[in-house]
């Protein structure tokens, strides 16, 4: 038994014995110095973050590439600038390192921020409307958790108030309901997808932004599948009412997490000031959100009579899909980060596309041709077009 134990240890280990015998060569004897010696070295620095202070810009940026690289010169608005660099000027790859530099910037302006490395390689940022970045207090904690709950809380907790309503519709009605709860969820899905990837333009590229949503979207779809799966025979027992509330809370958890990336985006731009501080952006999306609540309600007007503490399980399930609202805005208004954004997005994406299969699979009952009926199509396309629409009240 001992004999055949290492045997099988060996089989699994010479290859990487192997792999890391070839990397050891080609790194001692290999073509690299030739490379090395005749290809200018490569540069590249990530500008991650710049938030102003009174009479200071600080500038935070990571190594993004294979060599080291030294910061030699600062310039702001095109003028030469005197400059300090923590933890030195020369990052190793993937080193993370702050600029700090006394300038007198003006409320407001437009501030252009160049990097200058010691071979003349130049890294560029623009900040369109310079203003004081928050730092942790009470006002401005105050300010997001209310920022949350304005767009968060209220709107999901609006939305479930049409319960009494859709639980009158029966039959054709109830189908169209099902129907536009899946239009509306795959709008959701598609429209985190879509956030995810327009912020991979602020993610390193050595983070792999295109990984993190796949890993994030999968992540959340196998999960979610691997605990229905565990969950399906205590599912049959209980009965449809069971499936109908976890329904209920799959849905609010998916758009959950899609409502804290949502969160991120809105205390980041806060934080830097590049959005219209206003109202409209508030009020677009607290309208927008409140077609979430009618989501999470809709798989239960059914069977919401067998659920006990059905009014408690509501409020959960308002506060699991809009609280992180503001969990979203406290991080992204004091520490965002654009990779974190990218993959909470990514998961919420992918639980909302779980959920909305697993609604179309129970209305398919195995015929799926049988769910392409008009009332069906009219619901679903009802869902996207209200998401749609919505969403003109959004802007920034």
């Given amino acids: 038994m001992l004999r055949r134990r290492l045997k099988t240890g ?45 009479d200071h810009i600080v500038v935070d940026v990571i190594n993004d590439g294979p060599e080291p690289v030294t910061i030699a010169q600062i310039l702001v608005n095109e003028v030469f600038w005197q400059f300090h660099m923590a933890p ?47 730092t942790f207090n009470f006002l401005y904690f ?26 009158t519709l029966r039959g054709k009605g109830y189908a169209f309901l099902l129907a536009l709860t899946v239009g509306l969820l795959v709008f959701l899905g598609f429209d985190a997808l879509s956030e995810s990837f327009n912020l991979l333009k602020d993610v390193p590229e050595s983070f792999n932004g295109v990984g993190i949503i796949v890993i994030g979207l999968l992540l959340a779809i196998l999960s979610l599948s691997a605990v229905s799966y565990k969950t399906q025979h205590q599912r049959r027992e209980k009965g449809e009412h069971y499936q109908a509330l976890v329904w209920g809370y799959l849905i609010a958890l998916g758009i959950g997490l899609h ?27 607290m309208i927008h959100n409140v077609t ?21 399980h509501l409020i959960m399930m308002g506060l699991l899909a809009g609280a992180p609202t ?44 049988e769910i392409f009926t ?11 077009l209200i998401m749609y629409v919505t969403g003109f009240l959004v802007v920034g």
């Fill in 10 to 54: 060996f089989n699994a280990l010479l290859p990487v014995f192997l792999l890391l015998l070839l990397l050891l060569v080609f790194l001692k004897y290999g073509p690299l110095g030739v490379f090395k010696a005749s290809v200018p070295p490569i540069e590249e620095v990530f500008i991650q973050k710049v938030t102003f202070s009174p």
């Fill in 88 to 134: 030195s000027q020369t990052l190793n790859p993937l080193e993370r390192g702050r600029i700090d530099i006394s300038y007198p910037w003006v409320e407001g302006d437009v501030e252009r921020i160049t990097l200058v490395s010691r071979n003349g390689v130049t890294f560029e940022t623009e900040v369109n409307v310079a203003t004081v970045t928050p």
């Fill in 142 to 167: 105050k300010s997001f958790m209310l920022l949350g709950v304005y767009v968060g809380v209220i709107p999901v907790l609006l939305g479930l108030m049409w319960f009494p309503f859709l639980v």
């Fill in 259 to 285: 409502n804290l990336g949502e969160g991120l985006a809105i205390g980041s731009a806060y934080a830097i000031g590049e959005i219209a501080l206003g109202s409209t952006l508030v009020i677009g999306f």
């Fill in 292 to 312: 979430e609540g009618v989501a999470i309600v809709a798989p239960l007007t059914r069977t919401y009579k067998h659920i006990n503490r059905f009014l408690f």
């Fill in 326 to 369: 503001i969990l979203g805005t406290l991080i992204g208004g004091f520490a965002y980060s654009a990779a974190i954004a990218v993959l909470f997005l990514s998961i919420g994406a992918g639980a909302i596309f779980d959920v909305s299969f697993d609604i179309l699979n129970h209305m398919a009952k195995g015929k799926w041709l």
């Fill in 374 to 384: 008009v009332t069906n199509a009219l619901g679903f396309l009802s869902g996207l």
